[in-house]
């Protein structure tokens, strides 16, 4: 079947611009969670829903980072007023439910000039 | 809290070499989950393993092999007869009752032909 979905691959902007990043889970998965890495680092928690609520978002970095999940199923990770230091691969991954094993999905790398 | 050691930052063999890839975990929890991912220069994270707390039994699967141990708090992972293609960042990663995930740092492991 389908895997974990994020659309774009990448992503340009300049600061202080907005941005929208997409996550199509794996259909049927409850949870989804995102993830920003850093080069050389191991992914980092940011927020993770069960079904349409955020049931964890205390790895977001500050209010400018703000994700939704209306339907249960594509989530979007929204920044505000990018800055030079939210350049990053963000990653998405999906499970049937909390703790069960997640699946990544390629990532977006977004570059903040 | 929850923490994941990858202490080994990067490893070069030769190709038919075993390699072990270490990883310590520190958490309060009694139920947890240990993982394995594969990151190849592609970018995307594979799963590789699932662990309970309760499952201290090893494994194995083809080439690798997994060893979990409660008492020294450590799950490494051995690639038997190493092939190019396994070169790829390596990451362990520890889920507790949070039901958020705690990567390592990862080991960048390179197999030279």
């Known amino acids: 079947g389908a895997g974990v979905s994020q659309t774009p691959s990448n992503k340009v902007t300049e600061k202080g611009k907005y941005v929208e990043l997409r996550c199509d889970p794996i259909s049927g998965h409850t949870a989804l969670y995102w993830y920003r890495q850093s080069l050389g680092q191991g992914p980092e928690f940011l927020i993770y829903?069960?079904?349409?609520?955020?049931?964890?978002d205390s790895g977001l970095p500050n209010d400018r980072f703000f994700a939704v999940r209306p339907e249960g199923s594509v989530s979007t990770l929204k920044i505000q007023r990018t800055e030079r230091g939210d350049s990053a691969v963000y990653l998405c991954?999906?499970?049937?439910?909390?703790?069960?094993?997640?699946?990544f999905g390629p990532g977006t790398r977004l570059t903040v000039l | 809290a929850q923490k994941v050691t990858q202490a080994q930052t990067e490893i070069s063999v030769v190709e038919k070499e075993d390699v072990t890839l270490d990883c310590v975990y520190e958490?309060?929890?009694?139920?947890?989950?240990l993982f394995w991912y594969k990151q190849p220069p592609s970018g995307e994270l594979v799963f590789l393993i699932r662990?309970?707390?309760?499952?201290?039994q090893n494994e194995i699967s083809g080439r690798y092999s997994w060893n979990f141990q409660k008492s020294t708090s450590s799950f490494n992972f051995t690639i038997t007869a190493s092939q190019v293609v396994d070169s790829a960042v390596y990451f362990c990663a520890l889920t507790g009752g949070s039901y958020i995930p705690t990567f390592g740092r990862g080991t960048s492991l390179i197999v030279h032909p």
């Open positions: 991954a999906s499970s049937l439910r909390e703790a069960d094993t997640q699946y």
């Open positions: 662990r309970n707390s309760f499952d201290e």
């Open positions: 958490t309060r929890d009694t139920t947890y989950y």
């Open positions: 829903f069960q079904g349409t609520g955020a049931a964890d």
